[in-house]
């Protein structure tokens, strides 16, 4: 069973940045893939974010593209999500999640391990 630790979050005005780090417990890191979602008040968890194995593919939800960078380093089993110019609306719980299969996903039901989130909140 996978274990997932989030941290990185917190608060920062409008056109910031946080850096968003999941250190995850496994045997064989390297043959799971790794997302980002995120979950908003009164809102519908919604990817953020995905990366193969390998790390070389990556996938992004269109509100961020461009702003936020996914990213792994296999050795420290642990995922990252950089975040440029923040907005506002990027303000929500976000959870990093874990999925078997070693292509990139972006749907939540092929997740079986979820950490318990970290809090962004952005300022205008």
């Given at each position: ?20 780090s999941c ?56 995922v990252f ?14 959870y990093c ?28």
């Amino acid at each position: 069973q996978a274990r997932l630790v989030e941290s990185g979050g917190g608060l920062v005005q409008a056109g910031g940045s946080l850096r968003l780090s999941c250190a995850v417990s496994v045997v064989n890191f390297n043959r799971y893939s790794m997302a980002w979602f995120r979950q908003a008040p009164g809102k519908e968890r919604e990817f953020v974010a995905a990366v193969d194995f390998s790390g070389r593919i990556t996938d992004y939800a269109v509100s961020v593209k461009g702003r936020f960078t996914i990213s792994r380093d296999n050795a420290r089993n642990t995922v990252f999500l950089q975040m440029d110019s923040l907005e506002p609306e990027d303000t929500a719980n976000y959870y990093c999640a874990a999925s078997f299969s070693p292509k990139v996903v972006r749907t939540a039901s092929a997740f079986g391990a979820w950490g318990q989130g970290t809090q962004v909140t952005v300022s205008s």
